[in-house]
């Protein structure tokens, strides 16, 4: 008896331990929260805000279909459940409306609400935290001046244990610590400019960037891409110019790309579609510019060996060109040579000869659509194919074009396409 008490007092001893040093490390870099008298809000500030919204893709989060601007509602698939977004707009009961400046600065940069609990990550308070006081104050400013929609905040509906904020807790002593944007003194002021929307408010790190088994992205590899979680989409590399690195690019490219989600060197499809749609395109040339310039300067992996691809099965082949010539020819011509300002090319196109797949097979499967903008306002599409071709045609006229035209890339299976299909959402 003595021995299981003297063990259950280690046991109780340890875990006290171990929660003290999680709640250490949950408000290590967290200054106190300090009130004062907000001032009132300018026009301009509210403009900046407005601005600043955008350059974060506000919105798309926090307006579910069909809803009022920024008033919530919007389900957040995770690895974990889903995690509804809340009410932006000032709303007294259920929005903003009794928030104040420093709790909204809070949110951003400390990853807590208004009565100091810990928020899921899936608001991605790990790139916010790199905004400013001043911007965050700004965005604060152009949400109280929303009109207030009351609509409820919907109940996440995750999975024990990761509904506690114990888990919360555990996650953020693991992976998060609150940091600031900081100029780099070797950088002039553009690439700084770049570094610091990219990182902060763009957050593409979210979805550029591979993520564990706990949903942390890793640091490690900043933006070498990474499986959208959920959304079966991969965000390719943008430290490889096999992928989706754009160092080699002339500037004005890259530019064009974020501004219209097309340029002579790529196009937009899948969830960044979303992105250049709805935030991208409404920045500024000099904002963008800054962005192109960081992108650019982003340390490349080094290139890969040359690969050695086996050859298409006899019967595959034969498949994925009759295929290909009755679906896919017209548009994309009997190269792969495409056709300029319309449909991208094929032959020599990174995006299709990647190792990753999974865009590939969403495209037939789905459709692929660029985004409509201003300087694109009627982007030309292609025709899903989910109810009119197999698993193995998909297979075959994918291996095809992945292994034609100088293109070398593995086959691609039916057995990945069947995957893919199966994590179709009706």
């Known amino acids: 008896m003595r021995r299981a008490l003297i063990a259950a007092s280690a046991l109780a001893a340890v875990l006290a331990g ?42 798309g989060c926090h307006t579910v279909s069909g809803g009022a601007a920024y008033a919530g509602g919007r389900g957040i698939d995770t690895p974990f459940g889903v995690v509804f977004s809340s009410n932006l707009t000032p709303d007294a009961a259920t929005g903003l409306g009794h928030w104040s400046p420093a709790q909204f600065w ?3 940069h400390n990853g807590r609400s ?16 790199q905004v400013t006081r001043e911007d965050a104050d700004a965005l604060f400013a152009f949400l109280r001046s929303l009109p207030a929609q009351p609509r409820a905040n919907t109940t996440h509906a995750l999975r024990w244990p ?8 555990v996650w953020r002593a693991l992976y998060f610590t609150p940091a600031e944007h900081r100029n780099d003194p070797a950088q002039d002021a553009q690439w700084n400019r770049g570094a610091y929307l990219v990182r902060g408010l763009g957050h593409c790190a979210a979805c550029h960037t591979a993520r564990n088994a706990l949903g942390a992205t890793d640091d490690a590899l900043g933006l070498a891409g990474g499986l959208i979680p959920m959304q079966n989409w991969y965000a390719p590399s943008l430290a490889s110019a096999a992928e989706a690195g754009v160092a080699g690019w002339p500037t004005r490219d890259v530019v064009v790309l974020l501004q219209t989600g097309v340029s002579p060197r790529g196009t937009v499809l899948g969830p960044m579609a979303e992105v250049v749609r709805h935030s991208t395109q409404h ?3 000099a904002d963008l510019t800054a962005m192109a310039v960081y992108l650019q300067a982003i340390p490349q992996s080094a290139a890969p060996a040359q690969r050695v691809v086996a ?12 295929l290909y010539e009755s679906h896919c020819l017209q548009c994309h011509g009997a190269r792969g040579e495409g056709v300029s300002g319309a449909y991208p090319p094929l032959a020599g196109n990174r995006a299709v000869t990647m190792d990753a797949t999974v865009n590939l ?13 201003a300087g694109n306002p009627r982007p030309f599409g292609m025709p899903p194919y989910v109810l009119s071709l197999s698993d193995a045609d998909v297979a075959a006229v994918l291996t095809h074009i992945r292994t034609s035209w100088g293109n070398q890339a593995a086959p691609v299976s039916e057995l990945e396409v069947s995957r893919q299909r199966g994590s179709i959402r009706p």
């Open 361 to 373: 097979v969403q495209v037939v499967l789905n459709g692929g659509f660029p985004p409509s903008t």
């Open 311 to 322: 050859a298409a099965d006899a019967r595959v082949a034969v498949q994925g060109a009759k």
């Open 283 to 285: 920045l500024s040339e």
């Open 106 to 108: 809070r949110a951003l």
């Open 162 to 169: 990761y509904s506690s904020q114990a888990a919360l807790a």
């Open 18 to 59: 171990a929660a003290v040093l999680v709640w250490a490390l949950n408000v290590r870099g967290e200054e106190p929260l300090v009130e004062g008298p907000a001032a009132a809000p300018t026009a301009a500030m509210v403009e900046r805000g407005a601005y600043l919204a955008r350059a974060g893709n506000c919105m």
């Open 114 to 129: 208004k009565d100091g609990r810990l928020l899921y990550p899936a608001f991605p308070y790990p790139s916010y935290t």
